[in-house]
């Protein structure tokens, strides 16, 4: 088998949700596989020669209010690998054979099977062969896995459970599996004590702790209950994402300057050195090298905007202020900011079929959204705090402060950029239709899933803004050119103030495709993805 069938296209942002670390997906040979963490995936980083930068500087993108809310130093973007890919030159995201238990495909056999964390192929059944005596019978993998609430998977332990049922002993187990009419319920028979069972999909087991996207990890302690689930179920795998929209830099006057002093990997290690006028005047001559005019004065003012700590997260007041302000208009520079805003008249808007409700809109010929991956439940949707996201993909805790050169300060995430329309609704409108709304149970029912979001907003303003907003993008997608599936929404519920954002953000339009393979350092040859 060719080896080039281990590498799975995927597209970079998926890197992050839905096939972040912790994630199943299908690869090329069509064998299941769980993302590898970062961690495994620092195995297969491609070594550079000193004094170059390095592959993770390079792939390094900067949000300074969510790297305070994740407690981490920055993000790391998947990697652009080229049409002839090469682990000494790209950089491939790992992932693991998993279920590990299979089942072979013969009826007259049907014996299960368990595989190894490196074995990237098909999988065949030593124990029988097919009609005539050529080739081998397959083998399948189960299509259950356990999983519990915190994130932990493991195989189901199928000989355990089949010889618990009341039965003779058994000296000598033989178990084999038969797919019935649907997934969750195989029967199990055993050829050593002759049990025959169907499987329970209701069955619960104590969770092994185990984590397969952690393959150099054991399992660690866990008191929840694990439950059998389809792979290829959406129960499998909940990201929790967080975005931000990058917003201007108080004290900095020059986007293009402060873009680069964040992105630019030489730029951002010679802002680590002492701020000596030596050092200054360098950053002056790296920016001139990228394109940047400058000097040390406003390099200065810049640097001391950047050394001024942000808040946790960005309040969603802060973004909508950006977003209705005047300061951030187009102008003419070496390059395109993060944030052009171009505030309109509402009383324009009059007499169109939202025209009355409106108080402010704004046209966003251009916006930056950075999105990371925090973490991920499994059975049900929950919001992983970033401490615990980190210890899931990391595999230890996340430390209190990292070293100078620490190769273990990131979390995945990636940035795009768009454009949209925002929409400010008229308070005194909101208030009145939210006070006739709140008499009605199934409207304050539906408007407390805003309680789980990052910045809890006021719900039943929420609620409305979220209802104009997809009916808003329906409206829009025949007309934008943009299909309905590619618009997004940021809505905003804060401050007495009721706004929502339609946009249109997607990755993988600046840079290439990534991809992903195997992991150096882990098993021999794990089947991997490639974004």
């Known amino acids: 088998m060719s080896r080039q069938l281990l590498y799975t296209p995927v597209r970079r942002a998926h890197a992050v949700a839905p096939f972040g670390p912790g994630a199943l997906v299908l690869t090329r040979n069509r064998v299941s596989a769980v993302v590898c963490g970062p961690v495994t995936a620092l195995r297969a980083l491609p070594q550079r020669p000193d004094g170059s930068v ?74 029988c062969a097919p009609p005539g005596g050529r080739g081998r019978w397959p083998t399948f993998q189960v299509p259950l896995a356990l999983a519990c609430p915190a994130g932990h998977l493991a195989d ?63 399992p660690e302690r866990c008191e929840e209950r694990a439950r059998p689930i389809e792979r290829t179920s959406t129960a499998m795998y909940y990201p929790t994402q967080m975005s931000s929209l990058t917003i201007p830099v108080a004290g900095a006057t020059n986007p293009v300057l402060l873009r680069a002093l964040q992105d ?10 002492p701020r000596t006028p030596e050092v200054v005047g360098e950053i002056v001559a790296a920016c001139a090298r ?31 202020d950006a977003l209705t302000s005047a300061e951030h208009i187009r102008r003419a520079t070496g390059a395109p900011p993060d944030l052009i805003v171009e505030p309109q008249e509402a ?53 209190v402060s990292f070293a100078e050169h620490a190769r273990d300060d990131w979390l995945p995430g990636y940035e795009v950029f768009g454009e949209g329309i925002l929409l400010v609704l008229d308070p005194e409108l909101v208030d009145r239709w939210a006070a006739a709304a709140q008499v009605s149970a199934r409207l304050v029912r539906a408007a ?21 907003a997809h009916l808003f993008m329906r409206a829009l997608a025949p007309h934008a050119g943009y299909p309905l599936p590619s618009l997004r929404e940021r809505i905003f519920a804060v401050d007495g103030r009721t706004a929502l954002l339609i946009y249109t953000a997607a990755g993988d339009v600046h840079r290439r495709p990534s991809r992903a393979g195997p992991a150096r350092g882990a098993s021999p040859d794990p089947p991997s993805s490639r974004p």
Request: net charge negative; with cysteine; hydrophobic share 35%.
């Open 54 to 127: 390095s592959v993770l500087d390079e792939q390094t993108i900067s949000d300074r209010h969510l790297e305070a809310a994740c407690g981490v130093r920055r993000f790391v973007t998947a990697w652009a690998a080229s049409d002839d890919p090469h682990p000494d030159r790209d950089w491939f995201l790992p992932a693991a054979r998993f279920p590990l238990a299979e089942h072979c495909a013969n009826p007259a056999c049907q014996r299960m099977v368990t595989r190894i964390i490196g074995d990237a192929n098909e999988g065949r059944c030593e124990g």
């Open 156 to 218: 189901v332990p199928w000989e355990q459970w089949l010889h618990a049922q009341p039965g003779l002993d058994c000296a000598r187990p033989d178990v084999r599996y038969r797919t019935g009419s649907v997934a969750d319920r195989p029967s199990l028979r055993c050829q050593g004590c002759k049990r025959s069972v169907q499987f329970a999909p209701d069955t619960d087991f104590a969770c092994p702790g185990e984590r397969p996207q952690l393959p150099h990890a054991g």
């Open 264 to 273: 630019n990997p030489v730029l951002r290690s010679l802002q680590r050195l």
């Open 290 to 320: 990228t394109g940047v005019t400058t000097d040390t004065a406003d390099v200065g003012e810049h640097l001391i905007a950047l050394d001024k700590p942000p808040a946790d997260y960005p309040s969603r007041g802060e973004e909508l």
């Open 347 to 399: 009383a324009d808007y009059d007499g169109c079929r939202l025209g009355d409700v409106l108080s402010a809109v704004s046209l966003v010929p251009r916006l930056r959204e950075t999105r990371v991956l925090a973490g991920f439940s499994r059975v049900e949707p929950e919001r992983i705090d970033p401490q615990d996201g980190y210890a899931q993909m990391w595999g230890v805790p996340r430390p």
């Open 448 to 468: 407390a899933i805003s309680g789980k979001l990052e910045e809890a907003p006021r719900p039943l303003p929420w609620l409305m803004a979220h209802t104009l």
